[in-house]
């Protein structure tokens, strides 16, 4: 069944509000079967042009994942990149930052893990949780030595929206593609995941109080989480939001979008010149030897 990831495109200057958007849709599969052949057709499509995103060595792909607790970021990775070469590829989890990532702008951590050109790289979290989490719990940032002036400014979240739209465009010019994916859970779902979480034994160490202790804040969060994707979702860098109740779904919507993106670069494997050529030819003549 055909994708229209258009429909999950939060378009730049649109006003998100989640309570209108379904955190499921109709599957684009029929069966498990049908599933399991969809997403190897999007798989192999990536790995063909992840090679050659490496051999152009032009572009690079920034992959961004954001959700709620629960959500299936860790299995939409696992599945839609299960056919990328590692050595082309860099995942990097962001949790609290250290003392060292504390001394210095909110940017900074994140922006040592940008992918170099030719590779794909995938932030499990990323900056956003600045205008997330902390936006959620604003005493975060007494622990950030922010100046005074800085936290007094009534536009202060609207410069963090300014900065970071400033970077994914600074990293579009100098050929990063950045996608971000807003993994859609309802509160339903995820308290039927979390109780999963306790019931079985082989996934208890996914859950703590903590993540009970968040779900508390889900007005709080959706709250963010809208203003986030209306402010930040750029033609350079746009947000999808993904119905994430259904993770099968999700993953097909995923590797389309991502397969689509890499289909929009004009790329090619390097032709080489004369001199090369030249080369090529009296390597072979002497192996024919």
Not at 205 to 227: H, I, T, V
Request: with cysteine.
């Amino acid at each position: 069944m055909k994708i229209n990831t258009q429909d999950f495109r939060v378009r730049e200057g649109a006003r998100v509000r989640l309570k209108r958007l379904p955190t499921r849709v109709k599957p684009f599969y029929s069966s498990d079967e049908d599933y399991k052949a969809a997403l190897a057709d999007h798989i192999h499509g990536l790995t063909t042009r992840q090679s050659l995103l490496y051999a152009h060595n032009r572009y690079s792909l920034l992959l961004i994942f954001q959700a709620m607790d629960a959500a299936g970021k860790d299995g939409a990775i696992k599945h839609v990149m299960s056919g990328v070469n590692p050595q082309g590829c860099q995942v990097y989890s962001f949790k609290h930052p250290s003392a060292e990532e504390l001394a210095h702008d909110f940017l900074w951590r994140t922006t040592r893990c940008l992918p170099e050109r030719g590779r794909i790289g995938i932030f499990n979290r990323s900056y956003y949780e600045e205008v997330l989490v902390v936006k959620v719990h604003p005493e975060i940032l007494a622990g950030q030595s922010i100046p005074a002036e800085s936290l007094s400014d009534k536009k202060f979240w609207e410069k963090r929206y300014r900065s970071i739209n400033d970077l994914e465009k600074h990293l579009y010019r100098n050929g990063t593609r950045v996608l971000k994916f807003f993994l859609h859970l309802s509160k339903e779902e995820q308290r039927k995941r979390f109780l999963k979480r306790i019931e079985d034994p082989v996934r208890n160490w996914k859950f703590s109080r903590f993540d009970l202790a968040e779900r508390g804040f889900w007005k709080e969060y959706q709250g963010a989480y809208e203003e986030c994707l209306s402010e930040t979702s750029t033609e350079q860098a746009p947000w999808f939001v993904v119905p994430a109740d259904d993770k099968l779904n999700a993953r097909l919507i995923i590797s389309q979008v991502v397969l689509n993106a890499l289909k929009d670069l004009k790329m090619s494997y390097p032709a080489p010149d004369k001199t090369r050529l030249k080369e090529l030819l009296a390597m072979k003549k002497r192996l024919a030897k």
